[in-house]
Nanobody
Framework: EVQLVETGGGLVTPGGSLTLSCAAT????????MNWFRQSPGKGREWVSG????????KYADSVKGRFTVSRDNDRNMMSLQMTSLRPEDTAVYYC?????????????????RGQGTQVTVSS
């Protein structure tokens, strides 16, 4: 059974940093691109970042480029999102997703599983 569990969310002041983690089980993690999405009240789902199965290709939404860094550890079946220079508009539930097919292009937004999400709140 595929499971994705996000941790690391919380309350942070503007300009602060947080690192989110996604623990994956139930599939061959090293074969799949993974992505981070976020969703906040009043806004639709927003793709944030993606990373290829081997970790060599990383992509970011323009809204987070230069501030967020995605990484993965295939030995530990973990993906992380390091977030710096956080802004109030980054407030959202962040969740990780598993691509539907192995070796898909990063950022295809075609996923079949997602985690339950972790809340990130940026406020003074």
């Amino acid at each position: 059974e595929v499971q994705l569990v996000e941790t690391g969310g919380g309350l942070v002041t503007p300009g602060g940093s947080l690192t989110l983690s996604c623990a994956a089980t139930g599939f061959t993690f090293s074969s799949y691109s993974m992505n981070w999405f976020r969703q906040s009240p009043g806004k639709g789902r927003e793709w944030v970042s993606g990373i290829s199965n081997g970790g060599t290709t990383k992509k970011y939404a323009d809204s987070v480029k230069g501030r967020f860094t995605v990484s993965r550890d295939n030995d530990r079946n973990m993906m992380s999102l390091q977030m710096t220079s956080l802004r109030p508009e980054d407030t959202a539930v962040y969740y990780c997703t598993k691509d539907r097919y192995a070796y898909q292009v990063v950022g295809s937004n075609d996923y079949d599983y997602r985690g339950q999400g972790t809340q990130v709140t940026v406020s003074s």
